[in-house]
């Protein structure tokens, strides 16, 4: 039976409010009973406590007379029991669905606007300060809001008691200056704010289908933070569009089909009739071709990544045969000349300014080729005094060839040189008075006029 008082309470106290009860939504307002009236809170669905109170009453007394009757009907203990204890269940159940649902909650006015249902009045005081706080933060602080709340006290539902957010959103939207906004930031760094969460997404689910459709994926870090701001800082969901693009990724994947070419080989063929070192192309090669299917991976437009899933040769491709010597130098010459290089000659053999000049001063550009004028071997490769970057030959046969002034060098002593094989480059270093080759032949160690024995 304590059950049933604590009900029997409850019903007392919704009696005692003297307000209506908004039967689906839970709304109080103030009766026509000379109290002032907020408007803003009218609702078509409610009825009048004083009507709830006396059919709770009636239905009271009549459950009250059933369980009476039954009660005096039942003559044995046990069935007494038994059925006075499934009233009390009943009754019982009806008092936690009502405490469960249910609670006390202060409707709050602002200027005879309506903001929101508290549990508690500090709870809307924290959140009324905050707002003002934040205002005076946004270099606004003339714009703080001062109205005094009006409290009106009932019983609501408690899914229909305000969050923190929504309320002190519901405030702000009474300043000039400040209003609810979302603010958007992307890959850590905040960018802009719009006027709430739903149309920040929707900017970036716009940017996200601009790039093809559902498969496009945001790969940028992408945040959502509820707060506030200035009105002159909230952006506009199109020029917010525009600003993002380019600062958010967005990964999309195509399958293309296309052709490419398929490069052709090459085969080596060995030649004994050629030194080593020599080649000769025999024939050319021929460029095939093949279809390919690829996944292409692309960043904001831009392929960054292709991967071939199939692929089928349409072109077979012709290999270059190229024919490569294998007889070896014998580094020996066979005592005839052939010029190292080309140009124009300068100075000859014999004298000049005072003294005999050893050989033959051949000039031409810088990195114009120098080739052995016979087979031998090298005896000297690297920088020699006056005469720069020098390379000797040893012909073995009584002749020794000098090539002076080189820029490069191709070769290294020991080294067995075919006849016409490049060895070095025209160059100016050592004592020189431009580009040119300075060609000398020895014959047993006497040089001699190169003249004799070139073209």
């Given at each position: 039976?304590?059950?049933?008082?604590?009900?029997?309470i409850?019903?007392?106290?919704?009696?005692?409010?003297?307000?209506?009860?908004?039967?689906?939504?839970?709304?109080?307002?103030?009766?026509?009973?000379?109290?002032?009236?907020?408007?803003?809170?009218?609702?078509?669905?409610?009825?009048?406590?004083?009507?709830?109170k006396?059919?709770?009453n009636?239905t009271?007394?009549?459950?009250?007379?059933?369980?009476?009757?039954?009660?005096?009907?039942?003559?044995?203990?046990?069935?007494?029991?038994?059925?006075?204890?499934?009233?009390?269940?009943?009754?019982?159940?009806a008092?936690?669905?009502?405490?469960?649902?249910?609670?006390?909650?202060?409707?709050?006015?602002?200027?005879?606007?309506?903001?929101?249902?508290?549990?508690?009045?500090?709870?809307?005081?924290?959140?009324?300060?905050?707002?003002?706080?934040?205002?005076s933060?946004?270099?606004?602080?003339h714009?703080?809001?001062?109205?005094?709340?009006?409290?009106?006290?009932?019983?609501?539902?408690?899914?229909?008691?305000?969050?923190?957010?929504?309320l002190?959103?519901?405030?702000?939207?009474?300043?000039?200056?400040v209003?609810?906004?979302?603010?958007?930031?992307?890959?850590?760094?905040?960018?802009?704010?719009?006027?709430?969460?739903?149309?920040?997404?929707?900017v970036?689910?716009?940017?996200?289908?601009?790039?093809?459709?559902?498969?496009?994926?945001?790969?940028?870090?992408v945040?959502?933070?509820?707060g506030?701001?200035?009105?002159?800082?909230?952006?506009?969901?199109?020029?917010?569009?525009?600003?993002?693009?380019?600062?958010?990724n967005?990964?999309?994947?195509?399958?293309?089909?296309?052709?490419?070419p398929?490069?052709?080989?090459?085969?080596?063929?060995?030649?004994?009739?050629?030194?080593?070192?020599?080649?000769?192309?025999?024939?050319?090669?021929?460029?095939?071709?093949r279809?390919?299917?690829?996944?292409?991976?692309?960043?904001?437009?831009?392929?960054?990544?292709?991967?071939?899933?199939?692929?089928?040769?349409?072109?077979?491709?012709?290999?270059?045969?190229?024919?490569?010597?294998?007889?070896?130098?014998?580094?020996?010459g066979?005592?005839?000349?052939?010029?190292?290089?080309?140009?124009?000659?300068?100075?000859?053999f014999?004298?000049?300014?005072?003294?005999?000049?050893?050989?033959?001063?051949?000039?031409?550009?810088?990195?114009?080729?120098?080739?052995?004028?016979?087979?031998?071997?090298?005896?000297?490769?690297?920088?020699?005094?006056?005469?720069?970057?020098?390379?000797?030959?040893?012909?073995?046969?009584?002749?020794?060839t000098?090539?002076?002034?080189?820029?490069?060098?191709?070769?290294?002593?020991?080294?067995?040189?075919?006849?016409?094989?490049?060895?070095?480059?025209?160059?100016?270093?050592?004592?020189?008075?431009?580009?040119?080759?300075?060609?000398?032949?020895?014959?047993?160690?006497?040089?001699?006029?190169?003249?004799?024995?070139?073209?």
């Amino acid at each position: 039976m304590t059950k049933l008082g604590i009900l029997y309470i409850m019903v007392r106290v919704l009696v005692a409010t003297e307000r209506k009860i908004c039967v689906k939504r839970g709304c109080p307002i103030v009766c026509d009973n000379g109290q002032r009236i907020i408007k803003k809170e009218t609702c078509e669905n409610s009825m009048d406590i004083k009507e709830t109170k006396e059919k709770l009453n009636k239905t009271y007394g009549s459950v009250k007379e059933k369980v009476l009757g039954k009660l005096r009907s039942v003559s044995e203990l046990g069935k007494r029991y038994i059925k006075a204890g499934a009233v009390c269940a009943a009754i019982l159940t009806a008092g936690i669905v009502i405490s469960v649902n249910f609670t006390p909650v202060y409707s709050v006015y602002l200027g005879g606007e309506f903001v929101g249902k508290v549990t508690a009045k500090s709870a809307f005081e924290a959140a009324y300060a905050d707002v003002n706080e934040t205002i005076s933060k946004l270099d606004a602080p003339h714009e703080t809001i001062g109205f005094i709340p009006d409290y009106i006290y009932g019983i609501s539902l408690r899914r229909s008691v305000t969050d923190e957010y929504a309320l002190k959103s519901n405030i702000a939207n009474l300043s000039r200056a400040v209003r609810p906004a979302c603010y958007i930031s992307v890959d850590g760094n905040s960018v802009l704010c719009v006027s709430d969460e739903t149309k920040a997404k929707d900017v970036i689910e716009k940017i996200r289908l601009s790039y093809g459709g559902e498969d496009a994926k945001i790969v940028s870090d992408v945040a959502f933070t509820n707060g506030f701001s200035h009105i002159r800082d909230i952006t506009d969901s199109g020029l917010a569009g525009m600003n993002l693009a380019s600062k958010i990724n967005v990964e999309t994947y195509e399958t293309i089909v296309y052709d490419e070419p398929v490069p052709f080989g090459i085969e080596y063929v060995n030649n004994a009739e050629m030194y080593e070192g020599q080649t000769k192309s025999v024939s050319g090669g021929t460029n095939g071709s093949r279809t390919v299917t690829a996944r292409v991976t692309k960043i904001n437009g831009i392929e960054t990544a292709r991967t071939e899933i199939s692929s089928a040769e349409t072109v077979m491709a012709v290999a270059q045969v190229i024919e490569i010597g294998t007889k070896v130098p014998s580094g020996i010459g066979n005592g005839s000349f052939i010029d190292p290089t080309f140009g124009m000659v300068t100075s000859r053999f014999g004298a000049r300014w005072g003294r005999r000049h050893n050989g033959l001063d051949i000039a031409n550009d810088i990195g114009t080729p120098v080739k052995a004028a016979d087979d031998g071997v090298v005896t000297h490769a690297g920088y020699d005094g006056d005469f720069g970057n020098l390379i000797i030959i040893n012909h073995n046969n009584g002749y020794e060839t000098y090539y002076a002034h080189l820029n490069s060098m191709d070769v290294a002593e020991g080294q067995k040189i075919i006849q016409g094989q490049k060895i070095g480059e025209v160059g100016n270093t050592g004592y020189s008075t431009g580009p040119h080759l300075h060609f000398e032949v020895r014959k047993n160690g006497v040089p001699t006029d190169p003249s004799k024995y070139l073209n």
